[in-house]
């Protein structure tokens, strides 16, 4: 069994910097109730974001992206075809993607069958939460539509399979993320509950995977880095004031962080 690593802050600087040197085009194909919080995290953390979901174009647009985003959210027939058709194109481009296989389960099969399809396409990053993650390995989960019931330890061994399955990253998040390539394993602690709060968290928090593992040599610890600055983040955001105020100093400590302090 692979030992699992805490992953540190001197191993996420390099990786930080270098989203904010290199600004990323990030193309996010995502859901409805996230859309201009997600823009305004990827603007935060130094990357740009373009939301081109047209299956006219998406195509097109996956060739000078960066790097792309697929979030199954509020998934429609029209916007499935976009998605295939993207994730088609990434893999012929190697463009680096990610799924974010939002409420997939035996409740939802329609979105679950996307899901699948998009795994046949080779997904650079799945980040999910563990009940996802669990489902996507063929095991039993629970779950209340989008929000996962289950630890984030309990679909380690889940994530691990996972990843070597379909030769990929995956990254399951919560009270403790884990980041595995199958073979290796970064655990990164901290965050806050707020987080489980705020409409749009953890699809934000994909987005920022997707910036992270644009052009990148290592997209294992890129992974890592895009959960570490999201968890330390959400330390320093200010809660005192209520969610409103979270939400907001969120994104000023994404905007602000170096982690060299």
């Known amino acids: 069994m692979p030992t699992v690593k805490s992953f540190k802050t001197n191993q996420a600087t390099s990786f930080i910097h270098h989203v904010k040197q290199q600004r990323p085009l990030v193309h996010c194909i995502t859901n409805d109730v996230v859309q201009n919080f997600t823009a305004n995290i ?3 953390i130094g990357a740009s974001p373009a939301m081109v979901v047209a299956e006219q174009e998406v195509a097109e647009f996956v060739t000078i992206a960066d790097s792309l985003l697929i979030n199954i959210g509020t998934i429609h027939s029209n916007i499935a075809t976009s998605m295939l058709l993207a994730a088609t194109k990434a893999q012929q ?3 680096p993607w990610v799924l974010d296989p939002v409420a997939v389960g035996p409740a939802l099969n329609y979105r679950t069958e996307i899901a699948y399809q998009l795994l046949s396409l080779k997904p650079t990053v799945i980040r ?20 996962g019931q289950d630890s984030t330890q309990s679909a380690l061994n889940a994530a691990k399979e996972l990843a070597q399955k379909y030769q990929t ?9 884990y980041v595995t390539n199958g073979n ?14 705020v409409t749009g968290t953890g699809c934000s928090l994909s987005a920022m995977v997707a910036a992270f593992i644009a052009n990148s040599p290592d997209p294992l ?6 959960c570490f600055m999201m968890k330390k983040s959400a330390e320093l955001a200010n809660k005192q004031q209520g969610l ?6 969120l994104l000023d400590q994404l905007s602000l962080f170096n982690p060299s302090l």
């Open 42 to 44: 990827l603007l935060a």
């Open 169 to 177: 990253i995956v990254a399951v998040t919560g009270d403790i993320d």
């Open 184 to 197: 290796n394993v970064y655990s990164i602690t901290g965050g806050d509950i707020a987080l489980t709060k």
């Open 93 to 95: 481009t190697q463009t």
């Open 128 to 147: 999910g939460n563990a009940s996802e993650i669990l489902t996507l390995n063929g095991q039993n989960s629970s779950a209340k539509g989008p929000d």
């Open 221 to 226: 610890s890129a992974t890592a880095s895009a």
């Open 244 to 249: 409103g105020t979270f939400t907001v100093s």
